[in-house]
């Protein structure tokens, strides 16, 4: 089965499109793990974001990220 965390952040004013360029680098090393779809680079992105954020986890019935 698939496992989801569903994240949202909130950003500061005009650095949206700073942060999801930061945020959707991939990382081999979690590929290599059986990851379908991951981000990273919280780090990076920590000064466009304002502290504000949500998380979902959940198991996930069907994935259309599966081959």
Same mark, same amino acid.
């Given at each position: 089965?698939?496992?989801?965390?569903?994240?949202? =952040?909130?950003?500061?004013? /005009?650095?949206?499109?700073?942060?999801?360029? #930061?945020?959707?680098?991939? $990382? *081999?090393?979690?590929?290599?793990?059986?990851? =379908?779809?991951?981000?990273? /680079?919280?780090?990076?992105?920590?000064?466009? #974001?304002?502290?504000?954020? $949500? *998380?979902?986890?959940?198991?996930?019935?069907?994935?259309?990220?599966?081959?």
């Amino acid at each position: 089965m698939t496992f989801a965390n569903a994240v949202t =952040l909130e950003t500061h004013p /005009g650095q949206r499109d700073e942060d999801v360029v #930061v945020l959707s680098h991939r $990382n *081999s090393q979690l590929e290599g793990t059986g990851c =379908l779809l991951y981000q990273v /680079g919280v780090t990076e992105a920590r000064p466009l #974001v304002t502290g504000r954020i $949500n *998380s979902e986890k959940f198991d996930v019935a069907g994935s259309p990220l599966r081959d």
